[in-house]
């Protein structure tokens, strides 16, 4: 596991320590938008956790914050500011990033208190002001925060870190035409006698910290359902009648993703709003995602490009990463892998298998190129990159879905987003959510493919024995070893595909760095697929002849074996004498001619790409 490695302890993998328990923010926000200030007054409710002393001090994450005042107050009246006893308390900013305050007395364990801070910045980071300039003579103004990883303790004095999760009321304060996003269901809107309008959203689920959010600015709000619940789409002005266009699938994808993991979706409601400049393709804030405006494509763009896989991540994510969250940023692929897979798994759904196959053939590819250009790192490590917690993750929980079969995969997942709903969790946890669910200890999964690294590169060969009626099959790993990489278990699904056109599929249980297995079959197989729906993250050398890989292009019933096939039928380079006797076979087969044929007719457009790349080669 992760000790064998030297990952040990660092304190960017483990969970940060942290002395109380926040339970709610309450925060009522200001802006002075042309000077890109925020001021704000923020209650925090809490208690403090048992230690070897009674502490009085709190510390809360605040960076190039000016703390005005800090006090304890008793009987506060929720939403109304000063509302109950004020006692002022003190408080130190000359820790960098960091605000300690002194409570007015010991609070012993489990009696909450209720402190108030004022406040106000120029934030750096975390909120952004958008507004027109010298180049871009036409924006509106709009204010938006982006919170992951610990940015939202720019502009909100909080406890910035995954493992404790809160619940919120958020009072934003903007002038009309502004309207003001943020995390729950829409409790009230106030007109102030300033001309301001004060939103004031609610959140009654806890969650983490980096999901708080604010969306302000001019927006045509256009409404669907989902069930009961409000799905609102939060589009620029005159974009309103595109709206159902771009998010239209929503529901469909929220009914999807509710009835497969067992939880209906969770939260109060969703909302979808398009910000600018935003750094990435979107934030899965609970309840109000966040999306680069690059969603809003008109007709023309649309006939090349959509969203939908880009909605599908974030809202997934709501289960993945919302409603579960990492407890540190070393378990951040049980946000990321997890959104990765179920925006594949609604495209499966949604657009068929092929598409889904093709799918995860991009995500191991780009799993196993990052071993290549960042070189190798486990999924669960410090410090990780995109390829590791997106694709390769994605790829991971695939091979996952195939090792417990489907009810397994389905149940485990249930049973382990139900017993940890609303709570920070580790990899240990979901390993433990799968074993409690189906029976399976999958240790030696999670240790070759989650704690270690590397892929296995399977060198395959197959014989037919017609006086013995088997199937000979050789499989070699070829892997180089080292700490990171051994010998990969897994079981491998071989299908057969006789002369009548009927099929068999075998599983084989690959242990050993070298096995030979035999299959039983009525007649030599005209088609032998090794690793059927190709499910294992692998290179795969396949000893088979040209006009093996030409039958298998024309008749397979995958577009992935297809297009395997077609990758097969180029001239490798391993020798001259073999590339000329390679080239003379393909020559024989009629690979050219075969390739050209699928290029132009067959029915999945990967197929079709493949073939004509390697035509061209």
């Not at 027109?132 to 709009?142: G, H, W």
């Not at 502004?178 to 301001?196: E, F, H, I, M, P």
């Not at 990052?370 to 790192?377: M, N």
């Not at 099959?473 to 595909?497: H, W, Y």
Request: proline residues 4%; aromatic residues 12%.
């Amino acid at each position: 596991g992760l000790w064998a490695q030297g990952l040990g302890w660092d304190a960017t993998e483990q969970a940060r320590s942290h002395s109380t328990d926040v339970s709610h923010i309450e925060m009522h926000i200001r802006f002075d938008q042309p000077q890109k200030k925020v001021m704000g007054t923020v209650y925090h409710t809490l208690t403090l956790l048992p230690s070897r002393v009674s502490p009085r001090e709190v510390v809360f994450d605040a960076l190039d914050l000016s703390i005005e005042k800090v006090w304890v107050e008793q009987g506060h009246v929720e939403g109304k500011i000063a509302s109950g006893k004020m006692t002022p308390i003190a408080f130190d900013t000359t820790e960098a990033g960091k605000l300690h305050l002194t409570l007015d007395r010991v609070y012993p364990y489990g009696e909450p208190v209720t402190v108030g801070i004022t406040y106000s910045g120029h934030p750096k980071k975390g909120m952004y002001f958008i507004s027109s300039d010298t180049f871009y003579t036409t924006r509106l103004p709009e204010v938006w925060t982006q919170g992951e990883g610990e940015d939202n303790h720019h502009w909100l004095p909080c406890y910035d870190y995954p493992n404790d999760k809160v619940t919120t009321d958020m009072y934003v304060s903007v002038a009309e035409p502004q309207k003001a996003l943020s995390n729950g269901r829409l409790v009230s809107k106030d007109k102030n006698k300033d001309g301001t309008v004060t939103w004031h959203w609610k959140e009654e689920h806890p969650f983490a910290t980096y999901l708080i959010m604010l969306g302000v600015g001019e927006y045509d709000v256009v409404k669907d359902k989902w069930r009961t619940k409000d799905v609102d789409y939060w589009v620029y002005p005159g974009w309103g009648k595109e709206a159902m266009r771009i998010f239209g699938l929503t529901p469909k994808m929220m009914e999807f993703f509710s009835v497969k993991t067992g939880i209906p979706y969770p939260w109060e409601k969703y909302d979808q709003i398009a910000i600018e400049d935003f750094m990435y393709g979107g934030m899965e804030n609970v309840t109000a995602t966040t999306l680069n405006d690059y969603v809003l494509y008109d007709k023309r763009q649309g006939v090349d490009f959509n969203s939908e896989g880009l909605i599908a991540h974030e809202l997934a994510h709501q289960w993945f990463g919302d409603l579960i969250t990492c407890r540190s940023w070393m378990h951040t692929w049980v946000n990321e892998s997890f959104a990765t897979y179920f925006e594949a798994l609604f495209r499966e759904s949604y657009d068929g298998k092929d598409e889904f196959d093709e799918e995860m053939y991009g995500a191991q590819q780009g799993g196993m190129g990052a071993e290549v250009s960042l070189g190798k790192k486990p999924i669960v490590a410090p410090s990780n990159y995109t390829a590791n917690l997106y694709p390769r993750g994605a790829a991971t929980l695939n091979m996952m879905r195939h090792v417990l079969g489907d009810s397994g995969w389905w149940t485990g997942v249930h049973h382990y987003l139900d017993v940890h709903k609303f709570t920070p969790v580790t990899t240990e946890d979901f390993k433990m959510g799968i074993e409690e669910a189906t029976g399976q200890n999958l240790q030696w999964f999670f240790d070759e493919w989650l704690y270690k690294s590397g892929h296995p590169n399977f060198d395959v060969s197959s014989e037919w024995d017609d006086a013995a009626k088997v199937v000979r099959l050789s499989v070699v790993q070829t892997q180089k070893r080292d700490s990171l990489t051994g010998t990969f278990k897994m079981p491998v699904d071989i299908e057969l595909t006789m002369p009548d056109g009927s099929t068999r599929l075998e599983t084989i249980h690959i242990t050993d760095s070298a096995q030979r297995f035999t299959i039983v079959a009525p007649t030599r197989p005209l088609m032998t697929i090794f690793d059927k729906g190709n499910t294992i993250l692998k290179e795969l050398r396949f000893h088979k002849s040209a006009s093996e890989w030409v039958y298998q292009l024309q008749h397979a019933s995958l577009a992935i074996e297809r297009s395997q096939a077609a990758m097969a039928l180029v001239p490798e380079v391993y020798g001259e004498r073999e590339r000329e006797l390679w080239t003379k076979e393909l020559s024989a087969a009629h690979a050219f001619e075969a390739l050209s044929k699928a290029a132009k007719e067959d029915p999945f457009w990967a197929v079709r790409q493949h073939a004509l790349t390697s035509a061209h080669e």
